[in-house]
């Protein structure tokens, strides 16, 4: 059943509603009707903004230079003893001020120096709904 009106609807009735769409999924890729493929739920929405927000440089967004996040900036550091910590702020900062309807239940950075690898593992819920998580992971390779 399609809501009356979806602008004023809750996020957990456009959640419901089979015929709601709130945006783009991250990567973009082709949806069934021939167009790019979009989310239904706030959930699904949100993995994607986590994913785009995370991997946008600070300065590459245009009219937007403070959206994204350092982590980039950190990836290229020295691999030390405060390494993991610096990328966990960058990644909990970013989250903090672009999507604060994002509850961080877990993250763990595996820091790979002979690989010159960095795999962070998040998962996250909703304020909207505590019980809701997903999870994301993203593979950072440091090309030297």
């Known amino acids: 059943m399609a ?7 809750t ?13 783009l999924t991250f990567p973009l890729s082709m949806g069934s009707k021939g167009y790019f493929k979009t989310s239904s739920t ?4 949100t993995k994607s903004n986590l994913k785009n927000l995370l991997l946008t440089v600070k300065g590459e967004r245009i009219a937007q230079p403070e959206f994204g996040s350092g ?3 950190v990836l290229f550091e020295n691999f030390d003893s405060d390494f993991t910590e610096r990328m966990r702020s960058e990644i909990n900062d970013s989250i ?15 820091a790979q120096p002979d690989n010159n690898l960095v795999s962070i593992e998040l998962s996250f819920g909703l304020v909207q709904d505590a019980n809701a998580t997903e999870s994301i992971t993203l ?5 030297i």
């Open 71 to 73: 982590i980039y900036n």
């Open 96 to 110: 903090e001020q672009w999507l604060p309807h994002v509850i961080v239940k877990g993250l763990v950075i595996d």
């Open 3 to 9: 809501l009356e009106n979806p602008r004023n609807a």
């Open 42 to 45: 706030l959930l699904e929405q």
């Open 11 to 23: 996020s957990r009735q456009r959640d419901k509603d089979p015929d709601s769409r709130l945006g």
């Open 139 to 143: 593979n950072l390779q440091r090309d």
